[in-house]
C-alpha cells in the first residue's frame, strides 16, 4: 500500500483520517495474506478519498504564490505589469 504524503494527510479532515487509517490497516492485511489482487482494490480507495485533500494542498500553495507576488509589487521587487 503507497502512503498519502505527509503534508496531504496533514489536510485531511478527521473523518478522511479515519477512513484513511482504516483503509491502510485492511490494505496491508490483504498484502500480508498475499491478496494483492483486492489490496490493489482498497489503493484506488485510498486515492480516490485523498483527492480532496490534495485539492486544498494546491489551493494553499496557490494562496501562498498570490501573497508572496502581492509582497514583492508592495515592496517594489517587481511591477505590477511584470505579472
Not at 491478496?35 to 480532496?52: F, K, M, N, T
Request: no cysteine.
Amino acid at each position: 500500500m503507497r502512503h498519502a504524503s505527509i503534508q496531504v494527510r496533514g489536510l485531511m479532515t478527521r473523518e478522511e483520517m479515519d477512513r484513511y487509517n482504516a483503509l491502510m490497516e485492511v490494505g496491508a492485511y490483504l498484502e500480508e495474506q498475499g491478496r494483492h489482487d483486492l489490496a490493489g482494490h482498497v489503493q484506488r480507495e485510498v486515492d480516490i478519498l485523498i483527492l480532496p485533500a490534495i485539492d486544498r494542498l494546491k489551493e494553499k500553495g496557490r494562496e501562498r504564490d498570490r501573497e508572496n507576488l502581492r509582497y514583492m509589487i508592495d515592496n517594489g521587487l517587481l511591477d505590477d505589469d511584470d505579472e
